[in-house]
């Protein structure tokens, strides 16, 4: 039996985290910078930008760290740090936050999700 390796498909999972993130920062600094956004110069907004800035750092982590304890940790810190960030999000009422940060987590699952494995080929 020969075995054979799928192609390495584990680095789009940070690079989606890292550009929603980036994104998500984006959308959280025009939340505390513009006026009439009802939540302008509020701690939660600033809050929710340097989350969505550690998000981002968070993807950098996981963009060179293939596996072991620092990938882990770091999967996981992301983890409850999008699910902050999105809870903080619908709390401010920013929705293209919220989807920013669903982005975000939907990242965290695709680089959780496909590691690279090795398959059986049993057709001969």
């Excluded at 956004?37 to 293939?66: C, E, I, K, Y």
């Excluded at 975000?104 to 090795?118: S, Y």
């Amino acid at each position: 039996m020969k075995t054979q390796q799928l192609p390495n498909i584990n680095h789009r999972g940070p690079l989606v985290v890292i550009t929603a993130a980036v994104l998500a920062s984006a959308i959280a600094f025009y939340y505390f910078a513009t006026p009439l956004t009802g939540v302008n110069g509020t701690p939660g907004a600033m809050l929710v930008l340097v989350a969505s800035l550690a998000l981002a750092l968070d993807g950098l982590v996981l963009r060179f760290r293939r596996g072991g304890v620092v990938f882990t940790l770091a999967w996981i810190l992301g983890l409850l740090g999008a699910l902050g960030t999105f809870t903080a999000a619908v709390f401010l009422h920013a929705w293209w936050l919220v989807a920013a940060v669903a982005v975000v987590l939907a990242g965290l699952l695709i680089t959780l999700g496909f590691r690279q494995t090795k398959i059986q080929d049993t057709s001969q």
